[in-house]
C-alpha cells in the first residue's frame, strides 16, 4: 500500500537530514530508500537499524521545526505566550503531518502535556516520543529564545544505554518506567512571552485551522466508520454490500461517498488486513500461514506478496525485526 502524502513528506525529510549531515554511507542510503511503502513508524525503525545512529529520532525532531507545522506553525509565531501555544498545539494536533498525539491537563498551576501514541510496537513508540519531544523542545526555544522550563518529564518506557546523550536534545530532568510519556511544566513558564506575538494575525490562522480540523472531521467520518467496522470482524472481512448495509446505505453512496475522501473500499481493507496481520506477527506465536487463513485468505503466497507489497519485507522478516 502506497504511503499518504504526509508520510511520503516526513520520509523525505529523514532522507534529507541523512543526506545532508553524511551520516551514512551511500550503499546505506539506498538502503534505507528502497523502503518505499514501509509505513511512517516502520521506516523510522529502520532507518535507525540500518545507520546504528541512535540519537537519530532525536536528531531528526530537531530538524522538524516551526515550519514543519505548516499553518499551525504561523498560528503558533503569533500566540501571546507558551501556554496558548501549548493548547494550541493540543487542539491541533491532527492535522500535523506526523499525527503526534498531545493531550493536556491541569492540575494547580501546572500543566501536564501527555504524549498519547498507541501506534507501533515499543521500539517504534520511543523513537516517535523521542522525535515529539526533541521537536516540541525546539520549536518553543524558537518561539521563546529560551530553553522550556519543566518541573519533570516522566518516558513510560526503560532508560535507553544512550539516554545520556537526551540532554542535548531534551534539557530537563528524566524520570523512566514510569506511566506515561509526558511533560510537567509550571504556571511561570506558561506565561514565558511569544517573541513574534501578533494577537491579530493569531485570530486568522486560528480560523484557518478551524476549518482545516472541520474538513478533516468531514473526510474521516465514514471511512473511520468503515474501518471500525471491518476491524470488530477480526479478519473475516464482511464485503461492501454488507458493509454499506450496516451503515444503512445503499453500496453506490458507500462508494461515492469513499471516493469524495480520497479513499475506497480495497484500500481500507488491505490497511485493517495489513493492520491486523503486524498485531498477529507482534502479539502471538500464530504461524504465518495460521494468520494467513485467518485475514480470508486462500494461499498463504497471496498473503505473503500483499504483506511484502505493503510493508516491503515478508512476515517472516518483519516478526524477526520486531523481536529483536
Request: with cysteine; glycine share 4%.
Amino acid at each position: 500500500m502506497p504511503p499518504t502524502k504526509a508520510e511520503a513528506v516526513l520520509k523525505q525529510q529523514l532522507l534529507e537530514l541523512l543526506e545532508r549531515e553524511e551520516i551514512i554511507e551511500d550503499s546505506l542510503f539506498t538502503a534505507i530508500k528502497a523502503n518505499e511503502y514501509v509505513d511512517w513508524l516502520e521506516f523510522l525503525q529502520k532507518a535507525v537499524s540500518l545507520t546504528g545512529n541512535r540519537t537519530l529520532a532525536l536528531r531528526f525532531g530537531q530538524q522538524l521545526g516551526v515550519g514543519s507545522f505548516g499553518t499551525i506553525g504561523f498560528a503558533l509565531q503569533s500566540c501571546s505566550d507558551v501556554g496558548q501555544a501549548i493548547k494550541l498545539l493540543v487542539r491541533y494536533h491532527r492535522l500535523l503531518k506526523h499525527g503526534t498525539l498531545w493531550v493536556i491537563a491541569q492540575e494547580n498551576n501546572e500543566i501536564t502535556l501527555r504524549f498519547n501514541l498507541k501506534l507501533g510496537n515499543p521500539v517504534q513508540q520511543r523513537l516517535m516520543t523521542e522525535m515529539a519531544f526533541s521537536q516540541l523542545f525546539s520549536v518553543m526555544k524558537f518561539l521563546t529564545g529560551k530553553a522550556l522550563a519543566t518541573t519533570a518529564i516522566n518516558l513510560n518506557y526503560t532508560k535507553p544505554n544512550y539516554f545520556l546523550k537526551y540532554k542535548k536534545f531534551i534539557p530537563a530532568p528524566l524520570l523512566f518506567d514510569q506511566d506515561y510519556s509526558e511533560i510537567i511544566l509550571t504556571g511561570q513558564a506558561l506565561n514565558i512571552p511569544i517573541r513574534s506575538a501578533n494577537p491579530a494575525e493569531n485570530v486568522i490562522f486560528q480560523q484557518q485551522c478551524e476549518e482545516m480540523l472541520r474538513k478533516l472531521n468531514r473526510t474521516e467520518n465514514l471511512a473511520a466508520a468503515v474501518r471500525r467496522i471491518l476491524i470488530n470482524a477480526a479478519g473475516n472481512l464482511p464485503n461492501l454490500a454488507q458493509v454499506a448495509g450496516k451503515l444503512h446505505i445503499s453500496k453506490s453512496t458507500l462508494k461515492r461517498r469513499l471516493e469524495n475522501e480520497s479513499t475506497n473500499f480495497r484500500v481500507i481493507c488491505d490497511e485493517v488486513r495489513n493492520l491486523l496481520a503486524k498485531k498477529y506477527l507482534m502479539e502471538t506465536d500464530l504461524s504465518v500461514e495460521d494468520i494467513a487463513h485467518l485475514l480470508g485468505y486462500a494461499a498463504m503466497t497471496s498473503f505473503r506478496r500483499a504483506f511484502i507489497r505493503w510493508n516491503g519485507v515478508a512476515p517472516s522478516e518483519f516478526r524477526k525485526d520486531v523481536s529483536e
